[in-house]
């Protein structure tokens, strides 16, 4: 079903921020659809129709140029492969008329094969393409055998060299801090920039670890990433919408 969400965002709190309108559309699903962390997968609709209309309406919000803006970052319920090809177009025409000259879209590395389709869709308007892979973690053991994240085997280098940007989470049960402070690391070696994502509890997923992200909060890492203009940091549960997550409405 399609959820009533806040689906647009200008995301421009600080300077240390890449300038960026954020727009959540809706899919036809997700393919994968294993991922015990989440929930929003059941935002989708398998009519393009009903997922266009949505889409189209979200769209319509981008301002591009007249915010200053010149990047948007495409997300979505499942990956980017999973937009009905008209909702693509909508977007490629979408960057045209706003001014829009690079495109983020966030997406599964089961699709990287796929990539350089859509590096050269977005291409023929000049339009650059950055990927955003979800990764989650680099523990290896949480990722595939509690997340089922889906990407066995993969290593740092290896999903770089399809991928320019990395999500990672933090603050579920059995995640400690020193393994975060290594996945920050590796993300910043290897990718351009770090999307860290606070844990949300979804239903019948791990347990957010209150304690831990209280912690977090309270560190000096904490505060050494939100200075870094590589990292932004998400978090749906953040009363104050510090973290630049919409909430639900
Ligand atoms: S691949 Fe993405 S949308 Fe699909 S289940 Fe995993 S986190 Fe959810």
Redesign the pocket.
């Known amino acids: 079903m399609i959820y009533d969400l806040v689906r647009y965002q200008l995301v421009d709190e600080n300077a240390s921020s890449m300038k960026r309108e954020n727009v959540l559309l809706v899919s036809l699903g997700?393919s994968?659809?294993?991922?015990t962390?989440?929930d929003?997968?059941d935002d989708k609709s398998s009519s393009v129709l009903a997922c266009d209309t949505v889409n189209n309406k979200v769209l319509s919000q981008v301002k591009g140029t007249e915010v200053g803006s010149s990047v948007l970052e495409v997300t979505c319920?499942?990956?980017y492969t999973e937009l009905p090809f008209t909702t693509l177009n909508y977007i490629r025409e979408t960057c045209r008329e706003k001014g829009i000259k690079t495109v983020i879209l966030e997406g599964?590395y089961i699709y990287r094969n796929a990539n350089h389709f859509f590096t050269e869709f977005f291409g023929q308007y000049d339009i650059d393409t950055i990927f955003r892979c979800?990764v989650e973690t680099f523990d290896e053991h949480i990722r595939e055998e509690i997340l089922h994240?889906?990407l066995p085997g993969a290593t740092p280098k290896q999903i770089a060299e399809y991928f320019d940007w990395i999500n990672i989470m933090f603050g579920m049960e059995g995640q400690t801090i020193e393994q975060l402070r290594k996945d920050i690391a590796i993300g910043l070696e290897f990718f351009d920039r770090v999307n860290l994502s606070i844990y949300t509890t979804v239903k019948n997923g791990p347990e957010r670890d209150v304690k831990a992200i209280e912690e977090f909060y309270s560190s000096a890492f904490y505060q050494e990433l939100k200075t870094n203009p590589a990292i932004d940091i998400y978090d749906e549960w953040d009363e104050g919408n510090k973290h630049k997550v919409g909430h639900d409405k």
Request: charged share 10%; aromatic share 18%; hydrophobic share 20%.
């Open positions: 997700c994968w659809g294993k991922c962390f989440c929003y997968q319920s499942a990956s599964h979800g994240k889906g």
